[in-house]
């Protein structure tokens, strides 16, 4: 059974550094694009970034100055960083996988609910 | 930027049929935008019913379909269920990058 499941803490203070890791199950990790995404409350969803399991990666324009996104394809995991967090990057984070060519995104994480607060 | 549009809100009855739509302000959406739709309930992950404009995955209901329409990128629920009730969103390859509708409110009344 194909899965993603991610982790990571839910509260980061301001200006410190979010991170959170996807891993995959059931499948093959190569060839496939890694996506991040996040729905602030009660506004719609937005694209962070997606990277291929070389390591090529692709940013929102509007975060790419503070946007990391790595992979480990030996253990089939993909990470998301984000510096320097204010309140707006409170937001439900999602990883997702890409297909390639056909370009379609098919399954998703759980979601991690990530606040910024002191 | 390019700005993707929904319509905010519909309503349809149950077994009705509904279309909902996807606007590209940088032009005519098309294949080549690779539309994705996805379905968003309280409570749970997006689940996406249709990619690459037409092409459903192994959990998409068979009453789903997609299509393009008028310039547009389409979702087609024929024979709504109440569990139809959910936000839609449309999302459109732009330049590289993945961009998002507003979403679309569907209910099922």
């Known amino acids: 059974q194909e899965q993603l499941q991610q982790w990571g803490p839910s509260l980061v203070k301001p200006l410190e550094t979010l991170s959170l890791t996807c891993v995959f199950n059931g499948g093959s990790f190569r060839n496939y694009y890694w996506n991040w995404f996040r729905q602030p409350p009660e506004r719609g969803l937005e694209w962070i970034g997606e990277?291929?399991?070389?390591?090529?990666?692709n940013f929102n324009p509007s975060l790419q100055s503070r946007v990391t996104i790595s992979v480990d394809a030996s253990k089939s995991q993909v990470s998301l960083t984000l510096t320097s967090v204010t309140a707006a990057d409170t937001a439900l984070y999602y990883c997702?996988?890409?297909?390639?060519?056909?370009?379609?995104?098919?399954?998703w994480g759980q979601g991690t609910l990530v606040t910024v607060s002191s | 930027q390019t700005v993707v549009t929904q319509e905010p809100s519909l309503t349809v009855s149950p077994g009705g049929t509904v279309t909902l739509t996807c606007a590209s302000s940088s032009g005519a959406v098309t294949s080549a935008l690779f539309p994705n739709w996805l379905q968003l309930r309280p409570g749970q992950p997006p689940r996406t019913l249709i990619y690459s404009t037409t092409y459903k995955l192994s959990w998409t209901p068979a009453r789903f379909s997609g299509s393009l329409l008028g310039g547009r990128a389409a979702l087609i629920l024929s024979g709504v269920q109440p569990e139809d009730e959910a936000d839609y969103y449309c999302l459109l390859f732009h330049g590289g990058a993945w961009v998002f509708g507003g979403g679309t409110k569907l209910t099922v009344l």
């Open positions: 997702a996988r890409g297909r390639p060519r056909v370009r379609g995104i098919d399954y």
């Open positions: 990277v291929t399991h070389a390591g090529r990666a």
